[in-house]
Nanobody, 125 residues
Framework: VQLQASGGGLVQAGGSLRLSCAAS????????IGWFRQAPGKEREFVAA????????YYGDSVKGRQTISRDNAKNTVYLRMNSLKPEDTAVYFC???????????????????WGRGTLVTVSS
């Protein structure tokens, strides 16, 4: 499985962006997918995850209520809609597949693999 994140860019504080995570190589419809982000000089941080069917989601505390994860299995793509963006949301955003044995609700990078190349989001104040 190869994952490719896209949709990042420069946006003003309060603005919105939608990121996409496109999978290739095989269908990811049976897999939970997570989004993470990494700001310069900081550790990679969990953002959100979605189950294979899309019926279950969970979010990191820093984005809860402002960002929405969704998926279109027909397109083999997972999305992250980001609203009310803040300068502290500036980071490279990555998507990854949750390992099958990992607990639902995990926020650990160790529990994810097939990391895609990230996309940079820059929020100006």
């Amino acid at each position: 499985v190869q994952l490719q994140a896209s949709g990042g860019g420069l946006v003003q504080a309060g603005g919105s962006l939608r990121l996409s995570c496109a999978a290739s190589g095989r269908s990811v419809s049976y897999y939970s997918i997570g989004w993470f982000r990494q700001a310069p000089g900081k550790e990679r941080e969990f953002v959100a995850a979605i189950s294979g069917t899309g019926s279950s989601t969970y979010y990191g505390d820093s984005v809860k209520g402002r960002q929405t994860i969704s998926r279109d299995n027909a397109k083999n793509t997972v999305y992250l809609r980001m609203n009310s963006l803040k300068p502290e949301d500036t980071a490279v955003y990555f998507c990854a597949v949750k390992k099958g044995g990992a607990a639902w609700g995990t926020r650990r990078t160790f529990d994810y693999y097939y990391w895609g190349r990230g996309t940079l989001v820059t929020v100006s104040s």
